[in-house]
Each structure stands twice: as structure tokens, then as C-alpha cells.
């Protein structure tokens, strides 16, 4: 934008985070992406695609590592389950 002179539209598309889920700081989630309930989002990652739900993800891109489990009101994170 700043090198074009701020001559070129600014495209916007909505964010979707579902509820329960933390992103961890210094993320950046790509225009348009859909982050599903009870996620994970590792602290420096760049989310450019949509996550399910319950699934860990980390990394620049951001890929899964884990699923999160809830059972009993107990919440676990397993790593075995990379999606």
C-alpha cells in the first residue's frame, strides 16, 4: 500500500475465530480465514488457510501438530494426533 502510494483498493474479508479458542501472541491470520472452537494457535504463527475444530496448529505457515481433547470437563492435548 505504502509503495504504491496508497493509489490500490485495500481488500477486506472477514476474520472467523470460533469461542474457546487462543491464539497465541505475535499471530497473523490471514484475510478470509475461519478458526475453528477450541483451537490452539502457537505464539509467531501465520494461519493462511481455515482450521477445524480441536485441532493445535503452529508455524509460519501454520500447520496442525495436535488435536485437543475434552472429555468431563477435562481438556488434554494430543500430539500423536497431528491432522
Not at 472477514?14 to 477450541?38: D, E, K, Q
Not at 485441532?55 to 500430539?79: L, N
Amino acid at each position: 500500500q505504502t509503495l504504491l502510494g496508497g493509489h490500490s483498493p485495500i481488500e477486506r474479508s472477514a476474520v472467523s475465530i470460533g469461542g474457546s479458542t487462543y491464539i497465541g501472541p505475535n499471530t497473523v491470520v490471514r484475510r478470509g480465514v475461519a478458526i475453528g472452537a477450541h483451537c490452539l494457535v502457537g505464539a509467531g504463527s501465520y494461519v493462511s488457510r481455515d482450521v477445524p475444530d480441536h485441532t493445535i496448529i503452529a508455524g509460519a505457515p501454520a500447520r496442525p501438530i495436535g488435536r485437543v481433547r475434552i472429555e468431563g470437563g477435562e481438556v488434554t492435548f494430543d500430539y500423536s494426533a497431528a491432522t
